[in-house]
């Protein structure tokens, strides 16, 4: 496994985010990313693109490293206005959040993952999606100024 470096002024900031979340300053992705949003509910996205993401098949899908400037997000809510629970751009778990960023301060973030692991994005329109998972780590390396991250990707046009 490959570890992640980051430098001395990424890991002041990984500090300092650290600081800010343990005393309570930060409660959503937005205190950190003002841009990080969810473009789109999974069944617009479905809808759009007339693909099934949860019927992905393994062709379809590629790991890469991808820019972390070119992450928009997650991909959005199911779209039942029935659930009432915060949308996914809005969802923080502050806990892991916070160990994510000691694992980038302390050496110990991995690069590449094994299957069970990997962040998983979709590329639709030049712009990737967090989809299943990786959302923390995607907004830890923004955050940051990480440049990029591995992925398993699903280009979708």
């Not at 590629?62 to 997000?73: A, H, N, Q």
């Not at 999606?129 to 100024?145: E, F, L, P, Q, Y």
Request: aromatic share 8%.
């Amino acid at each position: 496994m490959s570890k992640l470096t980051i430098s001395e002024n990424q890991q002041e900031r990984a500090e300092d985010l650290i600081s800010k979340l343990e005393d309570g300053k930060i409660q959503s992705p937005k205190a950190i990313l003002p841009d990080w949003r969810a473009e789109m509910s999974w069944k617009q996205f479905d809808e759009r693109t007339e693909y099934d993401v949860y019927k992905k098949r393994e062709e379809d899908k590629t790991r890469k490293w991808i820019p972390t400037s070119d992450i928009v997000g997650p991909l959005g809510d199911s779209g039942d206005s029935v659930i009432e629970l915060p949308t996914r751009a809005d969802d923080l778990k502050l806990e892991r959040l916070k160990k994510i960023l000691r694992w980038m301060v302390e050496g110990e973030f991995k690069t590449d993952y094994d299957d069970y692991d990997l962040p998983h994005f979709v590329e639709f329109d030049g712009k990737f999606h967090v989809t299943k998972d990786g959302r923390h780590r995607s907004i830890a390396c923004k955050a940051v100024g990480v440049g990029d991250i591995f992925g398993e990707v699903s280009v979708i046009r």
